[in-house]
């Protein structure tokens, strides 16, 4: 038995050494076909900023394009000048992959262990997937941070389930008193098999900090922070802020938004001229960062503008669909979250900004990437269930294969179609989500109901 230990623990980390080895190749590849273009541009921006020149006054020579980072991330950029720029390249390269990686634990985990398989193997695999995926790709070549926004965002789908387990167990756990805000619903499985090994009720005052703090990373106290701390480095991720509030978690929203008006006041008390330009013109120059009509361009307005052969967008008819885009998205998020898919919620709010951005490129579209794995869940949840009509479960599967494929593809065969802006749309309004376990009332425990 020991030998058979150790040589799963020699197995295991061989697969992770050469799992390693994969990605920095990967890395390497991605940094030599991209060039860094885009944090080339962000550190001349902010190499000239730090000279005496307006952070957003340089143009590149070459795209005669400037940086459209918002001041907490220019301020963060700043290590970028200090170092050289394919230093620079692979820290950030190797930063998003230890995001990317730690994100699909969250995600592919729970889905490998739903249908009995072991979870580090199904988490390389889809890792592995992932770096093939042109979001991730030009992420990664292009000096973006969008692996890191990714990470922080699903840092708090993390928190947000780990707050609401804690909920269930303080509220139906015997001995704890029971919450008035709770509706009297638990899992089918029961306490014992939702909440293994218990950790005492709620200490009175005078704990310990570290206590403290455990307490509040087992119970997901901090829940909004990485959203928060995303939507102040990029603008998009100020669609997950409304969904929370929308979806009446108000302790996460108000988290967030506090967090993002922090990090954004203390840019501005940092760089008072830079935060002015950004909120005075930047922010309205949906152009800054290439033409609205561009292939690369994959959001509504992108399509539009294509279709209307024109360099800007069509305001009005822009407006309207990306309003009905909003609303059709959030509301299918506050669906899914009522069934209980936390993951499903977040995606659909994901590709929902992702669509309805004036500019949207390739790297912004990293949000398929959890449809995808959802779309495989639901074709082997069908199968496992053996229902009379498998259909559905074909469909699925055949969608996650087609998706995949499409954003694996080079943009060469796509973007010129539409297709990665087809392909967001259509997942913003058919993505499937995943129903929670069923519930059962749990009869009321004689005493507890007046908390004696």
Known sequence: MPAMGERTRTTRSVVLGLAAFGAICAIAIYLRRYGLAGLAVDRAAVRGWLH????????????????A?????????????????????????????????????????????????????????????????EPVRTTIGCGRLDLLLFGLVTADVVALRRSGRARSRDDWWPGCPPSPAR???????????????RPPCPAPR???????????????????????VATALAVSPVLFIA??????????????????????V?????????????????????????????PVNQSLAGVLARLYHSETIPVLIWLSFAGLLIAVGLTRARSAHADGDEIAAFTLVGLTSAAVGPVTHLHELIWVLPAVLILVDVAARRVAGRRPRPAPSVGALL????????????????????????AVIILLNALPWRPARPIVRVPAIPGQATGS
């Open 266 to 294: 203390a840019a501005h008390l940092v760089a008072p001229p830079a935060a002015a330009d950004w909120f005075g013109t930047v922010l309205l120059q949906v152009d800054r960062s290439g033409p609205v009509g561009t």
């Open 69 to 133: 980072q918002p001041p907490p991330a220019a301020v963060a950029l700043i290590a970028a000048d200090l170092l050289p720029l394919t230093l620079s390249g692979w820290l950030l390269g190797l930063a998003g992959v230890a995001a990317l990686a730690l994100a699909l634990t969250a995600l592919a985990g729970p889905v490998a262990r739903q249908h009995g398989k072991p979870r580090w193997p199904a988490v390389l695999i889809a890792c592995g997937l992932a770096l093939l995926s």
């Open 243 to 264: 969904y929370l509030a929308l979806t009446r978690r108000w302790r996460a929203a108000l988290t967030a938004l506090g967090t993002a008006a922090t990090l954004t």
């Open 183 to 197: 509706s009297g619903r638990l899992p089918a499985r029961g306490p014992d098999a939702w909440w293994p090994g």
């Open 399 to 422: 969608a996650a294969v087609l998706v995949y494929a499409a954003f694996v593809l080079d943009p060469a065969w796509t973007v010129g179609w539409n297709a990665y802006a087809f």
């Open 52 to 67: 005496g020149d307006g952070l957003y006054a340089y143009r590149s020579p070459v795209s005669r394009l400037g940086t």
């Open 206 to 228: 005078g704990r310990l900090p570290a206590d403290v703090l455990r307490r509040g990373w087992a119970q997901g106290a901090w829940a909004g922070v990485g959203t928060g």
